[in-house]
């Protein structure tokens, strides 16, 4: 299995992004994909989650402005990010099972 993320950039807060993390290999499916960002000096967070079952899961901090979604027929999980803060600032890393991503940079800046 590989993932691809990608869409990090640069965002005046307030603002938004998609992410987007591309898997393949014969064992990928879009459940379970998790979302995890890391600011340094701080550890690991996770963000999002479509789990096993389909539901989405998120953590308090991004309620109401994030949102996971998946397309099976392209094999991709996106997170759409609102009202981007400050705060949002980090790496963020997709990850299924033991595979992860190499991470896209998100900067909420003005």
């Known amino acids: 299995v590989q993932l691809q993320a990608s869409g990090g950039g640069l965002v005046q807060p307030g603002g938004s992004l998609r992410l987007s993390c591309a898997g393949s290999g014969d064992n990928f499916s879009i459940k379970p994909v998790s979302w995890y960002r890391r600011t340094p000096g701080k550890q690991r967070e996770l963000v999002a989650a479509i789990t096993r079952g389909g539901s989405a899961d998120y953590a308090d901090s991004v309620k109401g402005r994030f949102t996971i979604s998946g397309d099976n027929a392209k094999n991709t999980v996106y997170l759409q990010m609102n009202s981007l803060k400050p705060e949002d600032t980090a790496i963020y890393y997709c990850?299924?099972?033991?595979?992860w991503g190499q991470g896209t940079l998100v900067t909420v800046s003005s």
């Open positions: 990850n299924y099972y033991i595979w």
